[in-house]
């Protein structure tokens, strides 16, 4: 029987022990009983605790998207500048919590995990839409040319994603530092190719 007052460390624990899980696999082909297993609990306290494998994976894709807001919101606290507010955009993308190997690898199996899941597409949309505007808020200060400022938030956000992808297939796995200069050469050509906005 589960300990009074314990459930959320519990429902950590098991997001924590899936993420590690999925992201070793590379596949959402686990079961409850495996993820369970990599927490130290029983299959059944975490049929309780979220009533099965889909909500769990839920549960841990939202974990991960809560943790990037968060890191995006405070990076972009008391920031007004344009060029400081798409620094820390990239900052919070590549954050060294989200941008671990397994962690990584993880992201990639949502991602196709999205296209036959209403709720992972969900999630991915919101997290798309936020990212984009966050592009978008810093890209009107640069341009002022409205239709510019998406075209460049949108191939920014391509860029981002991309490079989460392509060093989630890297047998020497991500390195955030080298990711984050590849986003920053972007933006950079970004602003060089329209010198009068």
Not at 108 to 128: D, G, M, P, Q, T
Request: charged share 20%; glycine share 6%.
């Amino acid at each position: 029987m589960p300990r009074i007052g314990a459930e959320p460390a519990r429902r950590r624990e098991l997001i924590n022990a899936a993420l590690q899980v999925i992201g070793e696999s590379g596949t959402l082909e686990v079961s409850v009983k495996k993820i369970a297993n990599k927490a130290g609990m029983s299959s059944a306290l975490a049929f309780h605790y979220f009533g099965g494998k889909n909500q769990i994976v839920t549960e841990t894709m939202r974990f991960l998207l809560s943790e990037l807001t968060e890191n995006m919101r405070s990076g972009l606290i008391g920031k007004s500048d344009p060029h400081q507010r798409l620094e820390a955009i990239l900052e919070a993308s590549f954050c060294a919590s989200q941008f671990k190997r397994k962690t990584v690898a993880a992201w990639l199996v949502f991602y196709v995990h999205a296209y036959s899941s209403k709720s992972a597409a969900r999630l991915l949309n919101i997290y798309s839409r936020r990212l984009e505007s966050n592009l978008v808020h810093a890209y009107r200060q640069i341009f002022t040319n409205p239709s510019r400022a998406k075209k460049a938030a949108e191939s920014t956000a391509s860029i981002i994603d991309g490079v989460f992808i392509r060093h989630a297939l890297r047998k020497s796995g991500p390195d955030r530092i080298e990711a984050i200069e590849i986003c920053r050469s972007h933006i950079a050509a970004q602003v060089a190719a329209s010198p009068t906005n």
